[in-house]
Structures are given as C-alpha cells and as structure tokens.
C-alpha cells in the first residue's frame, strides 16, 4: 500500500520553498503506524491546504476508514477536497472546539497551533473525550528544532495571557541560537527565547505523558520531528513498539535532521542578505544616475577640472563606467 500511495505524494506541493513543512514527509512511517493500530477513523489538526489529508484520505479509501480534518481558516484546495471526498468532513474550527465537535476516534494529528498550551489542551481533550475506550493513536509534527522547546502561536490574543510566551512577531529563528536572530527562519509569533517550562510542542507531549503510566511517546527526528503517543496496553502496542523503536530518537536521524535545518537556515539567511545587498545596489544606482542628470553636478565637474589643470577629481564618465555604460 505505501508504495502505491507514493506514487501520488509530492509534499512540496504546497511547499515553494521546500523547507519539508509537511507531515507527509514522514508518510512511509506514519502510514505502517495507521495500518499496525488498526486505525477506521482518524482526525487531522491543522489540514491547511490538504497535502497530509489528500494521503489520509487515499489510505482511507483503502482501510475503510473516515478521515475529518479540522482547521479554523482551511486554504482554496483543502476545501476543494472536502468538496469531492465524501469521506471528508472539514470542520471550519479551532483544533480546542473541532475536537469537541467530531466523535471519539482511533487516532489523532496534531499539527495545528505550536505552542505547550495548545497542544497540551488538545492532549487532554482528546483524553477527555476518550475516557472508558483506550486512548487514541496520536501523531505529532514539530516536537524536534525550532519548536520542541519554542512557542509559535498563530494568534496570540487567543492564548491566555498567563500560559503565553513572551514573543517577537516575525521573528527569525537560527539552530543554536535560544533568542531571536535577524535573517532567521521567519515564524509568526515566536517566543523571544527557547526552552523553559512550559515552551514548546515537544515540552507539551512529554509533560503530558509523564502524568500517565500507560502512554508511550516515541519521538523520530527527521522533518521537523514526528511524535507517535500510544496506548502501551493497547493490543497492537507491542507491535507498534517493534515498528518504532529502531527510528526512537535515532542518532542518525538527528544529525541528519540538524544538518538539514542548519543549511535551510543558513540558506534562507544567505538569500535574505543577497537581496538586501541587490536592494542597496539598486539605490546606488539610482543615486549615480541621478548626478549624470544633475546640472550642478555638471558644473562641479568643470570646477573641479579647472582645480586639477585640466583632469576631473570626479566625471561623469566615471560615473557611467561604474554603471557598466561606458
């Protein structure tokens, strides 16, 4: 099955900048985990424009399963998909009150708003509304760099002001650095500083798995980090577990991981610089341009020839030498 659903996955559709920002990249493992726990019926947190729900969906067809997708502001194709897909429902909320909405279900992705009070609120809804039935299969993006230690919130306003972060709207983020770096990777409203209580995704999942004995949270550090929380009492565990353990926190992975995000760091920098310097160019040409067309520089050239005996301390010809026109 995972090769055939492959054959349609391009995770960089909506992803011009090929930063890796979708789940679906860690599709060949996220899928086997569906197929091991014996998922029929899965939410999705956070669809935006449907890359990861277009592959839910497809496996669904498949497993006969029924896939919901929530999301507060779902973009043009999410919507389009909800529009075809009668095994869609596309629920127009919050991922706090689209989870209250949906029934109970086998597993659960959270990619939505990346913050501790987010995420831990939607951990113990789903818990709340799983009371007496197992707990869920739940699958988390974002719980390696930036945001396993870092709040980013979508709406700040929306966050009780005692549970948020301080931040830096627009702030850029830059592995290694715990503050906040000019040319960074641009974030929405990022926390001003990294790690701490109660900051950040990953912070959330392993605050809220410590206040249970029988929950697992196994953490694969490749795109952004997949978080997979189970039940280790559920039937499958022991199988889910064998799927899980060789990625668990592999040192490989990691290193592999941080080296991806130092140079699509480095890479956004560098460009950023390139246009500001192009940006600057741009205003010096314009400036030389001005004074080719200026009389007063005109009569300065001569003024200054007639000082020299003959010989300009300055010229417009030089002017347009630099400008490449001469």
């Known amino acids: 099955m995972i090769d055939r659903l492959s054959l349609d996955l391009d995770p960089f559709a909506n ?17 086997p985990c569906l197929e091991t726990a014996g998922v029929r019926s899965i939410v999705e947190v956070g669809a935006y424009a449907g890359d990861l729900t277009r592959l839910l969906l497809d496996w669904a067809a498949g497993a006969g399963a ?26 127009r909320a919050t991922s706090l009150e689209g989870l209250r909405r949906i029934p109970a279900v086998d597993a659960v992705v959270l990619d939505g708003d990346h913050n501790y009070f987010t995420v831990a ?80 995704v990953l912070t959330a999942a392993e605050d809220f798995v410590a206040q249970r004995s029988d929950l697992r949270l196994v953490v694969v550090p490749a795109f952004f980090g997949l978080g997979v929380i189970f039940d280790t009492d559920a039937p499958w565990a022991a199988d889910l577990a064998a799927l899980l353990d060789p ?7 990691e290193r592999l991981e941080a080296n991806r995000v ?9 460009m950023r610089e390139a246009v500001h310097a192009q940006q600057r160019l741009a205003q010096h040409e314009e400036f030389l341009r001005k004074l080719l067309e200026s009389g007063t520089f005109a009569v300065a050239e001569r003024l200054s020839a007639a000082r020299q005996r003959g010989e300009a301390a300055f010229s417009k010809a030089e002017i347009r030498r630099l400008l490449g026109e001469g």
């Open 247 to 253: 990625w668990d926190g592999n040192p490989l992975l």
């Open 66 to 91: 029924r896939v919901w997708a929530i999301d507060p502001m779902p973009q043009p194709e999410l919507v389009r998909l909800g529009e075809e897909r009668e095994e869609l429902e596309l629920v």
């Open 121 to 200: 609120e939607e951990l113990r809804i789903v818990a709340e509304r799983a009371a007496g039935e197992g707990f869920p299969l739940v699958l988390l993006h974002d719980v390696c760099w930036p945001h396993a230690r870092r709040d980013d919130y979508y709406a700040p306003d929306q966050i009780p002001e005692e549970a948020r972060q301080p931040v830096v709207e627009g702030g850029g983020l830059y592995p290694g650095e715990p503050g906040i770096r000019p040319g960074g990777l641009p974030y929405r409203w990022p926390a001003a500083r990294e790690g701490g209580p109660r900051n950040g």
């Open 15 to 31: 992803d011009p900048g090929r930063w890796g920002a979708s789940l679906a990249n860690n599709a060949e493992l996220m899928l």
């Open 262 to 270: 130092l140079h699509l760091a480095s890479s956004h920098f560098q």
